[in-house]
C-alpha cells in the first residue's frame, strides 16, 4: 500500500492560477508563492453576490488508532465537486512541532490530500514563522522596556507575556532568564509556548482585516503593575512593528486537492491549548467565492466543534449549515477497550462499546441545534458487520452513518456522504445557537462547557482562579467567551479514559487572558502549552534520498 507522500508525488498538479481561475479569484488577486501555491489579495476579488453554505467537519475523540478528520474534509470536498457543487475546502495550517513529533503532517492522506504536502507541512507561505517572529518581537521590546528603566512600571513578578517557538520542547516550558549579570536585564521567570498556542495565532485567526488585527494587537495585555493595572503592547508601543511583520501572513494561501480543487489554508492553532479553527478571513472569503464551504475543527467535537461554534462563529456571526461527525471500526473499538495491537481482528462487540463516544458527541452537537451527518471513515480491515454495528448506533442516537472511502478512492468514495450533506445544507440549521450567552459570568461559562460538553459532576476552580475571573469581569472582560485546554483524548481530563466518562472532575489549574483575541483560557488538568517530543520523534526518520527527495514526512 503506497504512503501518502508516494501518492502525493505521483499527483499532476496544475499551475495555482488555474486554480484560482476555477475559483473565481481573479488575476490581480493572486500573489504567486512558487508553482503550486499562492496568497490571495482580498482587496482585489470582486463583489460578494452571495452567501455560500457552511459545513464543519468534526471527529470523534481522537485516538492511536487514526480518525482521519482532515482527509474526510479533502474528501467531502472533492465529492462535492464531483456532484457539480461549487466548494471551497477551508483547512488551518499544519504545525511543525506534530511533524517532527508523533502526530505527523496536516495535509489529509491517501487519495484525499492537499497539495503539495511537504511544502504545506514544512514552512509553507512562511505564516507561522511570521507569527513566532511578532511574537518574539514584542517579548524583546518587552524585556527592552524594563531594561532601559521600566517607564512603565511592569511588576516583573506580574509578567505575564512568554515567548514561542514551532516546535515541541519540554524543556523551555519553565526557564529563568535573563541571567550573565547587569548588561543582560533582571532575572525572572518565564517560559515558552508552542507557537500555535501564541494569542497572535489567535487573533490573526479571528481578526476581520488588517485594521483589526493591529487593534486586537494593541489590545494585548503583557503584564500589570504592583496596583494591578494592566499594561498593553500598544503601551510598549510593539504594535505597529508587529503588524508590518504580519501584513503577508495575514493574506489567505490557495492550493489545491490531488483532484485539482481549490482550498484555503490559513492559520492554525490547536484545539486542545487553542480554539482550533483556520481563519475567519479565509472562511468568510470562501463563503463569497463558492456555494459550498466545506471547514473542520481540531480534535474530537468536545474541543474542535464546540470552540467553533462558541468562539468562531460567535465572534464572526457565523451558522453552520450541516456537520459532519467522522468515526472509524479501529478508533472505537479502541473506545470500546481493544488495545492497538488487536485491532485487526473483527470484533463487533468493542465497535457497539465504544460506540458511547459517538453517541456523547452527536448529543452534544445537538445541543447547538445541529444532528450531524456520521462519515465513517473506511479502512480495508473493517468488516460489514462492525461497519452495521456503527450504522445501527447512529440510527438509535438520531444520526445518518455513510461509509466513505475517499482515502483509497478520492472524492469518487464520498459522493454519498457529499449528496446526503449538501441536502441538509440547502435545508440550513435555524436553531442553531451557541452554547452560552455573552452575559453568564466567566467562572460558570467554564461549568457550562464543563458540565454540558465533558458531562463532568463537578469543576474545581480555585478561589485564586476564582479571584482572578472576576478582576477580569471588572475590567470589561466578562463578557468573552470560554477556551479550554485540555486533554484531547478524552471527555476528561484523564487522556487514558476513553469511551464516554461521565460524572468525573474538571479541574482548572489556571487561567489566562486574551485581551486580543477575544476569549479567556482555562487550563484544565495537565494539559501543557509547550507539548514535548516522544521517545522515538518522527524526526528521527525524516530524510532526504539520494535524489534529494524527502522521505519519512506523512
Not at 531594561?147 to 517557538?165: Q, S
Not at 514551532?166 to 541571567?179: F, K, S, T
Not at 505597529?240 to 492550493?255: G, Q
Amino acid at each position: 500500500m503506497p504512503t501518502d507522500i508516494e501518492i502525493a508525488r505521483q499527483a499532476t498538479l496544475k499551475p495555482i492560477a488555474q486554480v484560482a481561475a476555477q475559483a473565481g479569484v481573479p488575476e490581480a488577486a493572486l500573489i504567486p508563492y512558487g508553482r503550486h501555491k499562492a496568497k490571495i489579495d482580498l482587496g482585489q476579488l470582486p463583489p460578494a453576490s452571495g452567501t455560500g453554505k457552511l459545513i464543519l467537519v468534526t471527529a470523534i475523540n481522537p485516538t492511536p488508532a487514526g480518525e482521519g478528520k482532515t482527509t474526510t474534509s479533502v474528501g467531502l470536498s472533492d465529492a462535492l465537486h464531483r456532484i457539480g457543487k461549487k466548494t471551497m475546502l477551508c483547512l488551518r495550517e499544519p504545525s511543525l512541532g506534530p511533524c517532527f513529533g508523533v502526530k505527523g503532517g496536516g495535509a489529509g492522506g491517501g487519495k484525499s490530500q492537499v497539495m503539495p504536502m511537504d511544502e504545506i507541512n514544512l514552512h509553507f507561505t512562511g505564516d507561522f514563522h511570521a507569527i513566532t517572529s511578532a511574537h518574539n518581537l514584542l517579548s524583546a521590546m518587552l524585556d527592552n522596556h524594563i531594561y532601559w528603566g521600566n517607564a512603565l512600571e511592569i511588576d516583573l513578578r506580574r509578567v505575564t507575556w512568554r515567548r514561542v517557538l514551532d516546535m515541541n520542547d519540554r524543556a523551555l516550558r519553565q526557564i529563568v532568564g535573563p541571567l550573565g549579570g547587569v548588561s543582560n536585564g533582571f532575572p525572572r521567570e518565564t517560559g515558552f509556548d508552542i507557537t500555535v498556542a501564541s494569542e497572535i495565532m489567535a487573533i490573526l485567526c479571528l481578526a476581520a482585516d488588517l485594521s483589526d488585527l493591529q487593534r486586537r494587537l494593541g489590545d494585548i495585555i503583557v503584564g500589570y503593575r504592583r496596583d494591578k493595572t494592566p499594561v498593553f503592547c500598544r503601551d510598549i508601543k510593539a504594535d505597529s512593528a508587529m503588524t508590518v511583520l504580519l501584513k503577508d501572513a495575514i493574506l489567505p494561501n490557495l492550493v489545491q486537492t490531488l483532484e485539482n480543487n481549490p482550498a484555503l489554508l490559513h492559520g492554525g492553532p490547536f484545539a486542545n491549548i487553542a480554539h482550533g479553527c483556520n481563519s475567519l478571513i479565509a472562511t468568510k472569503a470562501a463563503l463569497v467565492m463558492a456555494d459550498y464551504v466545506v471547514t473542520e475543527a481540531g480534535f474530537g467535537a468536545d474541543l474542535g466543534a464546540e470552540k467553533f461554534m462558541d468562539v468562531k462563529c460567535r465572534m464572526g456571526g457565523l451558522t453552520p449549515d450541516a456537520v459532519v461527525l467522522v468515526a472509524t471500526v479501529r478508533a472505537l473499538k479502541m473506545h470500546g477497550g481493544v488495545a492497538k495491537k488487536d485491532l485487526g481482528a473483527a470484533n463487533p462487540e468493542a465497535v457497539r462499546a465504544g460506540a458511547v463516544n459517538l453517541r456523547q458527541h452527536i448529543e452534544n452537537l445537538q445541543k447547538f441545534g445541529l444532528t450531524p451527518t456520521i462519515a465513517i471513515n473506511h479502512f480495508h480491515t473493517d468488516t460489514d458487520e462492525e461497519v452495521g454495528v456503527i450504522q445501527e448506533m447512529a440510527r438509535q442516537f438520531g444520526a445518518d452513518a455513510i461509509i466513505c472511502r475517499h482515502w483509497a478512492d478520492g472524492g469518487a468514495g464520498a459522493e454519498e456522504l457529499a449528496r446526503i450533506v449538501a441536502a441538509k445544507a440547502d435545508a440550513g440549521a435555524p436553531a442553531f445557537k451557541p452554547l452560552y450567552p455573552d452575559s453568564m459570568k466567566l467562572a460558570e461559562k467554564i461549568e457550562t462547557v464543563a458540565g454540558e460538553i465533558y458531562r463532568a459532576a463537578s469543576v474545581v476552580i480555585p478561589v485564586p482562579v476564582r479571584k482572578q475571573l472576576q478582576q477580569w469581569e471588572e475590567m470589561g472582560y466578562g463578557h468573552f467567551p470560554i477556551c479550554m485546554a485540555k486533554t484531547q483524548y478524552s471527555f476528561s481530563t484523564d487522556p487514558a479514559a476513553m469511551g464516554a466518562p461521565q460524572g468525573h472532575e474538571i479541574a482548572v489549574r489556571e487561567v489566562r487572558l486574551s485581551a486580543g483575541a477575544g476569549f479567556v483560557v482555562a487550563i484544565c488538568g495537565e494539559i501543557m502549552t509547550m507539548p514535548g517530543l516522544p521517545r522515538v520523534p518522527s524526526a528521527e526518520s525524516i530524510h532526504l534520498d539520494e535524489n534529494g527527495l524527502i522521505e519519512g514526512l506523512f
